[in-house]
């Protein structure tokens, strides 16, 4: 399929982000770019101008409220929820959870509903807008953010109305998610960078392509997100085995050699060696 002038624009724009710190990163308008290449139909545009609109409607709305300005996490939390729920409509889609444009943003602004990661985004970009700190939580299996505070980090799920999470909500959350012996740990509430978070966004994606059988696409996906996070060495294993199934051996090979640059020692490495060396003996 050949590439779209969009699509191509919205990979220099990965690549870009590519080399940027993490602090430079926006959030939102890289999502925007993944959405680009995965919808170049859809108007990202509107959706970019949209962005800007739910930042502003957010300054307002912290202006109004000076409890929440000055630090107040559940404050901040209940500002954030009217813009997003009351003024904006967005929630989380329980009936159509595993549709692919619930990981789209382009998509999850139309629609105003989206997956956890997608709507976190959203959460993220409001409350940068708004001044305050605000980050993903490396919460398994479902995506929690952290809203700072004065007195610590008001825990929200942007999926569920923005709803503020306890100890006993979370113990509930992660048992529904990994299983009743599951037990909550401090390390599951680590706030995590924003490229992870994107990350985490277009795994979703790879995830239902590789599900309906669609390799190619998953590889597709893979590729644009080693875009944005080169020296991810997980990412190269991943695209060197989807490669491989897909009898790309050369670039497989590739792929092997950078997963090595990155991972030059133990286990990992010493199958990625077995691995690069069964594929060379396949090209001769």
Not at 63 to 82: E, F, I, Q, S, Y
Not at 104 to 114: F, Q, S, W
Not at 128 to 134: I, N
């Amino acid at each position: 399929m050949t590439e779209t002038t969009s699509e191509a624009e919205a990979r220099a724009a990965l690549e870009a982000a590519g080399r940027l710190p993490e602090a430079e990163l926006d959030l939102a308008s890289v999502a925007l770019q993944f959405a680009r290449i995965d919808a170049p139909e859809a108007d990202w545009g509107a959706a970019a101008q949209h962005l800007s609109e739910l930042a502003r409607a957010t300054v307002t709305a912290a202006a109004a409220d000076p409890a929440a300005d000055a630090g107040d996490g559940l404050r901040r939390t209940a500002v954030l929820r009217r813009v997003m729920q009351d003024q904006f409509g967005y929630a989380g889609d329980t009936e159509t959870y595993e549709a692919p444009e619930n990981a789209n943003l382009v998509r999850v602004v139309e629609r105003r509903r989206g997956l956890p990661v997608a709507l976190g985004i959203l959460w993220l970009h409001a409350a940068e807008a708004a001044g305050w700190g605000a980050s993903g939580l490396d919460f398994p299996g479902h995506f929690l953010l952290g809203i700072e505070g004065s007195h610590g980090a008001a825990v929200v799920d942007p999926f569920q109305l923005g709803r503020p999470l306890e100890a006993p909500e979370l113990r509930a959350l992660l048992k529904g998610v990994q299983g009743p012996q599951a037990e909550l740990r401090p390390e599951f509430l680590t706030p995590v960078g924003k490229r992870a978070v994107l990350l985490r966004l277009q795994n979703n994606i790879k995830l239902r392509r590789l599900r309906a059988g669609n390799l190619q696409g998953a590889l597709v996906c893979t590729q644009d997100m080693l875009r944005l996070a080169p020296d991810t060495a997980a990412l190269w294993r991943e695209a060197a085995l989807m490669n491989q199934r897909l009898d790309r051996i050369g670039a497989a090979l590739a792929c092997l050699d950078r997963f090595l640059e990155l991972v030059p020692g133990g286990e990992a490495a010493e199958r990625a060696r077995v691995m690069a060396a069964e594929l060379r003996q396949r090209l001769h």
